[in-house]
């Protein structure tokens, strides 16, 4: 049986959340920082505007776990090149 759509912040970045881990599994305490790191990211986006207000329901999919996925993708790459123009998630 399948959730009804989410309808408040909280239940978006809770839905998010579950997402991003399934495609990149982290430890309990990896999760526990990148949370406190969204907190911030919350509290800063909305004095500098860091992200969008229209992405920010997806920070876990579209920036952590897009950001996680990488290293795997070329696990003998010595160097790596950001050639984003905005707010940059780094590869980890």
């Known amino acids: 049986m399948s959730r ?15 997402a991003a881990l399934r495609l990149v599994p982290v430890s309990r305490e990896t999760e ?18 860091l992200i969008s207000n229209s992405t920010f329901p997806f920070v876990w999919t579209r920036h952590i776990a897009d950001s996680a996925q990488l290293p795997a993708l070329a696990l003998k790459a010595k160097r790596w090149v950001d050639m984003g123009s905005a707010l940059a998630f780094p590869a980890w």
């Open 4 to 18: 009804p759509p989410s309808n408040t912040l909280a239940d978006q970045l809770a839905d998010d959340r579950r």
């Open 32 to 49: 526990d920082r990148l949370a406190i790191f969204i907190e911030l990211l919350d509290r800063w986006r909305r004095k500098i505007n």
